[in-house]
């Protein structure tokens, strides 16, 4: 059998020793009308047909590397070095387990504190955790902090959140009784009722604006500031912490990690020294062991739901240690000026793709008051849906129509360039969307 | 020593002792800002930031984080690597935790193009492959749990929890039940059923166990009212015992209009030769990183898929996966859904590695329930004489050994657990369940062979034996790890959470 190490001749002699007759008999307290039911179960495939099957699957998608891809909104296509890949494969990381035994797990716990670092030095803050699920739950997580610090029950979000981060804080907060509010000018309308003004850095439609003021607003009125905010972002921008903000959160998935279909990502936490007990999730520390050397643990467990139970800061257990790690690889191989780079690289190929699409009869930005950085809201001749699937047939993703989040912006698309955007698909994308360009209604 | 002695660190004479042997962090490893990659050319006009970004707060001078050069950082990885316990080193008999062997195959598979290279926005006929493939892993869990219908969103066993309580909170809410607002979770829990329920706004009772470890039906039946919303139970519970009066407990829950949760974290006990689904469960979480192989990452990412019965199905996170005809899609036109609980649709990698485990299996895979159960019910009786054990009903995949009463007074389960990694084998699960005092809770898996299981067990009567010689030598382990025994409590009374460069 695939994984199952041991044959007839070490079967027998185990129940032998445990003094049963037959496998069966190990599961006498299970009731006996519980037990073998007619399960409709495929044959079981052989290493071979599993590699086939799986194949056909997967040859069934259109991976964007095959395509000429504009697609971002939360998700990046960004050059991975080869080395961080290499380091995920590695079982010494893949295989592990939570470092609870620290003698045995210093590799895994020196990565985590390294993240720790790098993650704080981004994002201008005292304290980051090891990880968490994804930028959406980070962000939630960050907002029930702050309803747990301030005990307010009415949270104000920016109405250009990402809508997979707003629904999620939604969600969360439907569960302990919060109010979630949107506001075009969070800055302005924060008050003494509100645990917290949450921000993106940038926005979902891809543009900064200027947020410092939020923090200074919400810190005047006892509120929490949360940014929510691209990494790499943080390594090209004045980082959240810097202009003020108590709480940073975001998706790690731009630092070395792949689409994968939307997950697994990576949520990374950073805080003010202030707030570290109130942090969820696990905390690697620096320590010494018995003989003076330098260690690391997990530490400030009384947080936690194994030791707190339903007292804990959040019932996360496990965590994204694996994706984290690819994040750290890609942060000590990039270093801080190589992040920039790569956004200089993306701001360049973005506003130069702008620049040509609209010169195009009927093409424009939608958000031509706002600057932006690798993302833009451009407004098509026509429905954007139409235009999108036009492009396609091309072998072109133009982008993601805004129609599915608002149905005010059914002529919107959001378009995304990055390092992985080579100027010639800028070319081609310019070339198709000119047949458009006109007064001429789109017709698919 | 030669290994710790790196160019650039702080030690080009003798190491202090505070180096001796230790690994520089990737800060020291002597990479500057300028020794990133070669990048691509922008291959566009270059303009000027100021110009494109106007009124935009840039950073004056790049993040202070060193790029460090391949052949440097390449080795740091390594060593790290050598520093840690995993899998294809040894056993990892971590009870509650299902530490079984991570296919291969499956880590390759993941990575292919086309799935690893796919985008959540990309449109449905791009990413047919996909949708089939959550479509058909739904259906696979929903046979083997005998749940109706599936989400594979939450990222995490305790995520499945909290979503799974969400639905039962909704499921009540839909039937005007508003005033249900407990839940009875047994003594011997998981610690994240009691931090799910009070996430979801539930108050927590704790129910009481019998003497065998199984939950006291009677203490079930004096808390159920119109006040409970749900009871939360693990089967095989944490001590590896069959709850024997489960179809009791369904019964009377169901009485009392409450619904049963079941915790997947056991189910590699049950997997393919019971299902919670006939057992009266309606609600089921499981852990893919344990009972479904994927690999735990260091701690992450695993994957809480959440099953439903029939009745709650309306409440599950958008967007489900259906099918029409042909054709995959994703649905998020469901009213009655408590709302999405993550980003996208779940941890898609992990999901591509447990449908690969279980279309190997398939039809057979109730040979990882029968050899996870043999091969523990054979460690147990080979560690029986060393250790007394938490109760003396059978076991099934995972037992509890105390070192409580045995021969060896003062011998405490955590010198035990120490003193094994010397030895290349991890320690089982130390002090859980909080029910056992001194508990080391093993859990061998059915991946491990019975070579293996006899060099733990004999590994334990060594350290037992040496302990009846020489306590105070177990006390001090570990001896043989890359560092002694880890300072925990100066870690937390005097918090270092990240490096900072030296003033």
């Known amino acids: 059998m695939a994984y199952l190490p041991n044959g007839a001749d070490e079967r027998r002699q185990m129940l032998e020793a445990i003094g049963a007759a037959s496998v ?109 699920y994804d930028g959406a739950t980070a962000a939630a997580e960050g907002v029930m902090m ?4 301030t005990g307010r029950h009415r949270v104000l979000v920016a109405a250009d959140l990402h809508p997979e981060t707003l629904t999620v804080i939604r969600t969360y907060g439907r569960g302990r009784g919060v109010e979630v509010v949107t506001t075009a000018d969070v800055g302005a ?63 790690g998935q731009p630092l070395g990690i792949p689409p994968s279909f939307g997950g697994p990502h990576l949520g990374f936490m950073a805080v003010r020294q202030e707030l570290m007990r109130r942090m969820p999730g696990r905390l690697v520390g620096l320590t010494h062991d018995h003989d003076g050397r330098r260690a690391y643990a997990l530490t400030l467990q009384a947080r936690e739901q194994h030791i707190r139970r ?77 235009f999108a699937r036009a492009m396609r047939h091309q072998g072109i993703v133009a982008g993601l129509p805004l129609g599915r989040f608002d149905p005010d912006r059914r002529e919107q698309l959001l378009v995304c360039c990055t390092e992985t955007s080579p100027p010639t698909s800028l070319d ?17 | 020593m030669s290994e710790a002695v790196e160019p650039g660190v702080e030690m080009r004479q003798v190491p202090a002792p505070e180096w001796a042997g230790a690994e520089p962090l990737v800060f020291e490893l002597g990479g500057d800002l300028e020794m990133g990659p070669r990048e691509v050319d922008a291959g566009v006009p270059d303009r000027p930031l100021g110009e494109l970004l106007p009124g935009v707060a840039l950073r004056a001078a790049p993040a202070a984080l060193p790029a460090v050069p391949e052949p440097v950082l390449a080795r740091h990885l390594g060593r790290l ?67 109706a219908r599936i989400s594979l969103q939450p990222a995490a066993g305790a995520h499945g929890e909290w979503t799974g309580l969400r639905m039962i909170q909704a499921y009540h809410a839909a039937h005007g039940d508003t005033h249900r607002t407990r839940v009875l979770i047994p003594n011997s829990a998981h610690g994240t059923n009691p931090a799910s329920a009070a996430l979801a706004g539930l108050e927590v009772v704790t129910i009481q166990s019998n003497a065998d470890g199984t939950v006291d039906v009677a203490d079930v039946a004096r808390h159920l009212d119109s006040s409970v919303a749900a009871i939360m139970m693990t089967n095989p519970n944490t001590l590896g015992v069959f709850e024997k009066d489960i179809l009791e407990i369904a019964r009377i829950a169901h009485e009392a209009g ?26 089921v979480h499981l852990n893919l990183h344990k009972t479904f192989s994927t690999p735990h990452g260091g701690g992450g990412p695993g994957s809480g898929p959440v099953g439903v019965a029939e009745a709650l199905a309306a409440f599950l996170p958008t967007p489900t996966v259906e099918r029409d005809g042909d054709r ?12 999405k609980v993550r980003s996208y649709y779940g941890n898609f990698g992990m999901l591509v590695r447990a449908y690969a485990y279980i279309r190997t299996y398939g039809s057979s895979i109730s040979a990882v329930a029968e050899n996870a159960v043999l091969n523990a019910r054979y460690l147990q009786s080979r560690l029986r004489g060393i250790f007394p054990m938490a109760v003396t009903s059978d076991s099934m995949h995972e037992f509890v050994a105390t070192t409580r009463g045995s021969r060896v007074a003062g011998l405490r389960a955590l010198d035990v657990a120490k003193r094994l990694l010397d030895y290349g084998v991890y320690a089982p699960t130390a002090y859980f369940p909080t029910t056992v005092p001194e508990a080391l809770m093993f859990e061998p898996t059915e991946t491990e062979s019975k070579q293996s299981l006899d060099l733990l067990a004999d590994v334990c009567a060594a350290v037992f034996a040496e302990a009846e010689r020489d306590l105070d030598h177990v006390r001090s382990a570990p001896h043989e790890t890359p560092v002694s025994r880890v300072d925990e409590v100066e870690a937390a009374r005097r918090p270092v959470l990240r490096w900072r460069p030296a003033e």
Not at chain 1, 90 to 95: D, I, K, Q
Not at chain 2, 258 to 281: E, I, K, Q, S, T
């Open chain 1, 310 to 386: 339903e007292k804990a800061t959040s019932n996360i257990c496990t965590n994204h240690a694996l994706t984290a790690l690819a994040a750290t690889v890609y942060m000590a191989r990039m270093g801080g000026a190589g992040m920039r780079r790569v956004a200089e690289i993306s701001v360049q190929r973005a506003h130069a793709l702008a620049a040509r699409l609209t010169v195009l009869d009927g093409f424009e930005l939608a958000e031509p008051a706002h600057p932006y950085l690798w993302e833009f809201a451009l407004r098509v001749p026509g429905d954007a849906e139409d």
């Open chain 1, 24 to 132: 069966e008999e190990l599961f006498a307290t299970v009731p006996e009308p519980l037990r073998h039911p007619q399960l409709t179960l495929p044959e079981p495939l052989a290493e071979q047909d599993l590699v086939a099957e799986l194949e056909r699957l997967a040859a069934r998608n259109h991976p964007l590397g095959s395509l000429d891809s504009f697609l971002g909104a939360g998700v990046y296509r960004r050059y991975v070095p080869a080395i961080v890949r290499a380091a995920i494969a590695r079982p010494e990381f893949y295989t592990a387990y939570t470092p609870y035994q620290a003698e045995a797990s210093q590799g895994t716990l020196q990565t985590i504190f390294e993240f720790q670092s790098m993650i704080c030095e981004l994002t201008g803050l005292d304290v980051a955790n090891a990880s968490l």
């Open chain 2, 328 to 339: 995959f899609l994703l649905d998020h036109d469901r009213p009655q859904s408590i709302g």
């Open chain 1, 189 to 251: 309308t924060v008050g003494a009722g509100d645990a917290c003004a949450v921000v993106a850095l940038p926005g979902f439609l891809g543009t900064v604006a200027e947020i410092a003021p939020v923090a200074q607003a919400a810190r005047a009125v006892g509120a929490i500031s949360i940014c929510c905010a691209d990494p790499i972002a943080c390594a090209l921008l004045t980082p959240p912490g810097d202009l003020g903000f108590d709480i940073t959160v975001g998706d």
């Open chain 1, 146 to 149: 702050a309803v747990a610090q």
């Open chain 1, 428 to 444: 081609r994308y310019v070339e198709a969307a000119s047949r458009f360009a006109g007064p001429v209604t789109v017709s698919p």
């Open chain 2, 258 to 283: 409450a619904l049963l949760y079941y915790d997947g974290a056991n189910l590699n006990a049950l997997v393919g030769l019971a299902r919670p689904g006939d057992m009266g469960f309606d609600v």
């Open chain 2, 81 to 147: 690597a050598r520093r840690n316990h995993n899998l294809h080193q040894g056993i990892y008999p971590l009870g509650s935790c299902t530490m079984k062997y991570n296919p291969v195959v499956d880590e390759e598979l993941a990575r292919l193009a086309g799935f690893a290279d796919i985008h959540p926005y990309q449109d449905a006929g791009d990413v047919q492959g996909a949708l089939q493939l959550m479509w058909e892993l739904e259906r696979l869990l929903c046979e083997i749990t005998g749940m």
